[in-house]
């Protein structure tokens, strides 16, 4: 979809702002919709607790005051499991990004970021303007259906998205799939021009997960089975973008 690479002369430009960024092999994924509680946080641990099993580098920065992707990491350092860098900064319109690019300068190769809700205007272009890949949860509900179409919108008009697309993806999450409003949400999402990674299950297991400051990919239980391979199918897509920009100098880097 967006994988038109960049002509000659905008990739010596590219190239030139890669140097000047601390860290050009990262790898940010935002998490984000302006929809409150549709499992932007869940995505969030789950993305950055997923990345820590299979023993990458990560950071998870939470930039939504409410801080619930700090306490999750609280929670998780309590029960011994310390393996996610932890970032905390609110995403304030009227910080300038290169501020912003100072304070992450420690992330390691992995960065996740949870987005408050109600993103949107100068915040959204200075979140996207981190990143690379956003992925964006829909629940099944026409309110929710409406809001991620009013999101994605707004991302797709956004001064940084216009410059340089950057890799989109959707997942629904808290699905009963037999459902009606399933069925609608599957509709809105797979008639969409951008990619449709996985459907969540509306499972206790995430919370249990929360409780023990992990994620569903570290839990060992066989009734998380068919979630954890909804997870890989999430990670693999993501492994494949990862690949993708550094195969293509310049390609994506968050500018
Ligand atoms: N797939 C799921 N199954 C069961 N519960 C879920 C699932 N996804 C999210 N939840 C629960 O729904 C609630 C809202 O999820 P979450 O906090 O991730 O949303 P959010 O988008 O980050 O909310 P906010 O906009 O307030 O930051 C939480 O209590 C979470 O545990
Ligand atoms: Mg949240």
């Known amino acids: 979809m967006h994988e038109q690479t960049s002509t000659a002369a905008e990739e010596i430009v590219s190239s030139a702002r890669v140097v000047q960024d601390q860290a050009p092999d990262r790898f940010t994924v935002l998490i984000a919709n302006a929809k409150g509680g549709c499992g932007k946080t869940t995505l969030a641990t789950n993305l950055a607790s997923g990345y820590a099993a299979r023993h990458w580098p990560v950071s998870l920065l939470d930039m939504d005051p409410q801080q619930s992707a700090d306490l999750w990491l609280q929670q998780r350092r309590r029960a011994g499991i310390d393996n996610i860098h932890g970032l905390t900064f609110p995403l304030e319109s009227h910080t300038p990004v290169t501020q912003m690019r100072a304070r992450i300068r420690d992330a390691r190769d992995v960065l996740v970021i949870d987005s408050p809700a109600g993103l949107h205007g100068q915040a959204l272009d200075q979140a996207l303007q981190l990143s690379q890949v956003v992925l964006i949860p829909v629940l099944p509900s026409p309110i929710d259906i409406r809001a991620a179409t009013r999101f994605l919108q707004t991302i797709l008009l956004s001064p940084s998205y216009q410059r340089r697309p950057r890799r989109l ?8 799939q037999r459902t009606r409003m399933y069925a609608q949400l599957n509709l809105f999402l797979n008639s969409l021009k951008i990619p449709f990674l996985t459907t969540l299950r509306d499972t206790q297991l995430y919370v249990q997960a929360v409780d023990q400051g992990k994620g569903i990919q570290e839990l060992e239980d066989r009734r998380a089975e068919e979630d954890q391979r909804h997870w890989q199918t999430v990670m693999e897509w993501l492994e494949i973008q990862r690949q993708l920009i550094r195969s293509l100098p310049g ?4 500018r």
């Open 169 to 176: 993806a959707v997942i629904a999450n808290r699905s009963r």
């Open 251 to 254: 390609f994506l880097h968050p």
